[in-house]
């Protein structure tokens, strides 16, 4: 069996305040590692991470209270009302709430998923402040991307595994810098294809969508009720050249986890095959 070397690229909510980068990396890469191993029964298998959400976020601006809300970005809330419609919310938050549409957006997400108001909340604030700091901030957007396009160098993975907002990280590192072939490039909980809020804003903007340079497959794993992987039904209608589109559950109340991902039946069978 050969030793699989792993690049994790995290999604939102990885912010690690009391460490520095390289001590957060790792930290993340020990959690990933474990998840990993467990399923695949493997200790052939060694996990690095590249550690953006330092450049993102910070501990002065994480969510704190019922006002959080109020204090996201314009940009940041009317992505959040589009990703509601896109998940069906349309007309609960618009009837009789337009005074507080976000509210209604929370009270839609907590009663139709079954969560707790507080955890439907500090999700939005936390994927969107991350999404709009993204998208509209040039020079935080460029580190995060030379930071995860630096691992690629570093590491020389065989295989990319992305998570939520790192499934876009990484793919714009993967059209943007040089890097090493990459076997397999993985994606979990990918927000990839959501329209208007990240699909039409990805680098490159000229042609068309596809697998990025150098790599050889793309592998696309969503639960069926991930309310970041929109829209459903996968990738590969709005990206050339993936190789699949796979739905499995990975958890009633854990949906959009990464280590509920990387722990999946569905992860394990994709990696077994580069073993």
């Not at 990885?14 to 890469?29: D, M, T, V």
């Not at 499934?167 to 714009?172: C, D, G, L, P, R």
Request: charged fraction near 20%; include cysteine.
């Amino acid at each position: 069996m050969n030793d699989l070397r792993v690049l994790g690229i995290h999604g939102v909510g990885n912010l690690q305040p009391s460490l520095a980068p390289g001590p957060a990396a790792r930290r993340i890469a020990d959690w990933w590692l474990k998840a990993l191993a467990k399923r695949l029964g493997s200790t052939a298998l060694t996990v690095e991470m590249a550690y953006y959400a330092h450049l993102l976020s910070s501990a002065e601006n994480l969510p704190q209270g019922e006002e959080e809300l109020d204090l996201l970005p314009q940009w940041a809330q009317d992505d959040a009302l589009i990703w509601g419609r896109l998940l069906g919310a349309g007309d609960d938050i618009a009837q009789g709430r337009l005074s507080a549409p976000l509210r209604a957006l929370v009270d839609w997400i907590a009663r139709t998923y079954g969560l707790d108001h507080r955890l439907a909340r500090m999700f939005i604030v936390l994927f969107f402040a991350e999404v709009n700091a993204y998208f509209t901030d040039s020079d935080r957007r460029g580190a995060a991307v030379t930071e995860v396009a630096d691992a690629l160098e570093r590491v020389e993975p065989r295989v990319v595994v992305a998570h939520s907002l790192g499934s876009v990280v990484a793919y714009e590192a993967l059209w943007t810098s040089p890097h090493p072939e990459i076997e397999l490039f993985l994606t979990l909980g990918s927000p990839l294809a959501m329209p208007d809020v990240v699909y039409d804003r990805l680098l490159p903007h000229e042609g068309a969508r596809r697998l990025p340079p150098g790599v050889a497959r793309w592998i696309n794993i969503a639960d069926p009720g991930d309310i970041v992987a929109v829209p459903r039904g996968g990738i590969a209608a709005g990206f050339q050249q993936v190789t699949a589109d796979i739905t499995d559950g990975i958890g009633a109340f854990d949906f959009h986890r990464a280590t509920k991902y990387l722990a999946c039946a569905a992860t394990a069978g994709v990696l077994a095959a580069h073993m």
